[in-house]
Antibody, heavy 119, light 110 residues
Framework: QITLKESGPTLVKPTQTLTLTCSFS??????????VVWIRQPPGKALEWLALIYGNDEKHYSPSLKTRLTITKDTSKNQVVLTMTNMAPVDMATYYC???????????WGQGALVTVSS | QSVLTQPPSASGTPGQRVTISCSGS????????VNWYQQLPGMAPKFLIY???QRSSGVPDRFSASKTGTSASLAISGLRSEDEADYYC???????????FGGGTKLTVL
């Protein structure tokens, strides 16, 4: 059974760096055919893809946020970490991580973590 | 602004068939498989359809999808109240490169 769960601060101040951790079970991120993706959703708005990492350490970032994002994996801990620098109020959103299998899709999602950006 | 265009809303009565469109371009829908996700109110999205028209495990056959050229669509037949949700299409865009989501369609069951 595949499960994922996001963790991190619920409140960050403007200009701070956000660090979110996706802890997962039921699969290993040592396989190039498996990935973990980060997606966010501002309140009342649409889903927005942020970043993706595969087991072979191949990484992809949203072009509009690329300069602010870093995605890494710790295979031994079954975790994927997303950092986003220079947070602003517009970055307030629920942040989701999900399991990705190329040619398939985001089949399993975490419950999401709401991040508020306020001073 | 989403590169994938979905109608913001759709509606139907119980038992009806509704369709939701997803319009893209030659760099995304035209050449890559489209996936669909359902998001019930207050919940995380759920995987519905992959590879244009394949239902994910456990998804009822009331849900179907298709693609022609640079447009895709999701159809829900025998509409039920529990189908009331937001629906999103998603696809890889070779020009970015990256994944793009449609703006979402809010389905109301009247």
């Amino acid at each position: 059974q595949i499960t994922l769960k996001e963790s991190g601060p619920t409140l960050v101040k403007p200009t701070q760096t956000l660090t979110l951790t996706c802890s997962f079970s039921g699969f290993s991120l040592s396989d190039s055919g498996v990935g973990v993706v980060w997606i966010r959703q501002p309140p009342g708005k649409a889903l927005e893809w942020l970043a993706l990492i595969y087991g072979n350490d191949e990484k992809h970032y949203s072009p509009s946020l690329k300069t602010r994002l870093t995605i890494t994996k710790d295979t031994s801990k079954n975790q994927v970490v997303l950092t986003m620098t220079n947070m602003a109020p517009v970055d307030m959103a629920t942040y989701y991580c999900a399991h990705d299998r190329p040619g398939y899709g985001f089949g399993y999602w975490g419950q999401g973590a709401l991040v508020t950006v306020s001073s | 602004q989403s590169v994938l265009t979905q109608p913001p809303s759709a509606s139907g009565t119980p038992g009806q068939r509704v369709t939701i469109s997803c319009s893209g371009s030659s760099s995304n829908v035209g050449i890559n498989p489209v996936n669909w996700y359902q998001q019930l109110p207050g919940m995380a999205p759920k995987f519905l359809i992959y590879n244009d028209n394949q239902r994910s495990s456990g998804v009822p056959d009331r849900f179907s999808a298709s693609k022609t050229g640079t447009s895709a669509s999701l159809a829900i037949s025998g509409l039920r109240s529990e189908d009331e949700a937001d629906y999103y299409c998603a696809v890889w865009d070779n020009s970015l490169p990256g994944v793009i989501f449609g703006g979402g369609t809010k389905l109301t069951v009247l």
